[in-house]
């Protein structure tokens, strides 16, 4: 499955590492197919507050206490023993196997520099003397390195430079871009309005959601919160999701959340807290005996998520006593937990 025994224990030391309660940790997929042979695992997993972010090939995991760190750390396991080809490959977008804090770990983040025009880089500078040249962004002398030249120079400066910027974006793109066209982004002004923004904002992302001749009803997918390389979603920020339709009260609770992570500098963990969906209850908890039939009728008819009372649902057409006993309670226990769960400072 590795290359070598000793990129497996680098590869286990880092997971070890970074997979702790409280941080979040990216998993990224070598193939969009694997998605959805790990979709429900991923997102039901104990603990583990995992979500889809961005084109959704990478997972999102805030562990809340050492319990579901252990998950994390079997569930990334497991699937590398699966299948070596569409397992989980990266940890933070680096190759499993390279040091954050390393030349090459530097250097990789970047788009257009690969593994071994960073090695080759890594021969001749050592990380301090590489992040002084960044921090004064002397592309010059990063054109000097062997392996990078000028072209791969100055997308190290301008990656970097981004990664400090203030600048935030909302960006929203289809989970199979091919037929959807270009993701949707609007750079926020936090001193501006900005559910005027997020309304803004989820009215062009709609568009993305449009029913194509090869996958009809496909949703648009997550807006997520980047910085200005829009190249991952930051972390412990929430999700703006949808199937197609945003809904008035979704979007004022996406931009209050927008509001206390950016301006407020409140860090949300927990799914409840980064997931902001109407009808969250069918996406977070399995409810046996509800299909997609009756999860479509209960959204269309109006019901905020905190009205999921069986004297609401039980009169809305087509939907059986069983089911809305079972939305009901199901309803009842998640607001149950909400109201316990402790806000990460």
Same mark, same amino acid.
Not at 2 to 11: A, I, K, L, M
Not at 97 to 124: F, M, N, T
Not at 189 to 216: I, K, W
Not at 328 to 337: C, P, R, S
């Given at each position: ?203 062009? =992302? !709609?568009? %993305? ?7 009809? +009803? /496909?949703?648009?997918?997550? $807006?997520? @919160? &980047? ?94 006593? =069983? !089911?809305? %006993? ?7 226990? +998640? /607001?149950?937990?909400?109201? $316990?769960? @402790? &806000?990460?400072?």
């Amino acid at each position: 499955m590795f290359e070598s025994d000793f990129e497996d224990n680098v590869f286990r030391r880092r997971l070890m590492k970074e997979v702790a309660p409280g941080v979040p940790v990216h998993f990224s997929f070598y193939s969009p197919m694997v998605k959805v042979q790990v979709q429900s695992a991923a997102e039901h997993l104990p603990g583990a507050n995992g979500r889809y972010i961005g084109e959704a090939v990478t997972i999102e995991f805030v562990p809340e206490d050492a319990a579901a760190v252990e998950r994390v750390r079997e569930f990334v396991w497991r699937w590398e023993e699966h299948n070596e080809f569409t397992a989980v490959r990266k940890i933070n977008h680096l190759r499993r196997s390279v040091d954050p804090a390393s030349v090459q770990g530097i250097l990789e983040r970047v788009r257009g520099v690969d593994k071994r025009a960073a090695a080759k880089a890594a021969e001749a500078i050592d990380p301090d003397e590489l992040g002084e040249m960044i921090e004064a962004e002397d592309a010059k002398s990063l054109a000097r390195l062997p392996g990078l030249g000028e072209k791969r120079a100055h997308a190290v400066v301008e990656f970097y430079k981004n990664e400090r910027s203030p600048r935030r974006f909302l960006y929203a793109a289809n989970r199979n871009d091919r037929f959807r066209g270009a993701p949707v982004f609007t750079e926020l002004d936090l001193d501006g309005d900005l559910e005027e923004q997020v309304v803004a904002h989820a009215v062009r =992302a !709609q568009s %993305l959601g449009d029913p194509d001749p090869l996958s009809p +009803n /496909e949703p648009p997918g997550h $807006t997520t @919160v &980047r910085n200005a390389n829009l190249s991952h979603p930051l972390p412990m920020t929430p999700s703006l999701m949808s199937r197609s339709v945003y809904y008035p009260e979704q979007v004022a609770l996406f931009a209050d959340a927008l509001r206390r992570v950016l301006v407020e500098g409140e860090r949300l963990a927990g799914m409840p807290a980064l997931r902001i969906q109407r009808g969250k209850l069918f996406h977070t908890t399995k409810l046996p005996g509800v299909g997609t039939k009756t999860r479509a009728r209960v959204l269309a008819s109006g019901l905020l998520d905190s009205e999921y009372t069986y004297e609401n649902l039980i009169g809305i057409p087509g939907i059986t006593e =069983a !089911q809305a %006993l079972t939305i009901a309670e199901a309803a009842a226990m +998640n /607001e149950d937990l909400e109201r $316990t769960e @402790v &806000r990460v400072p």
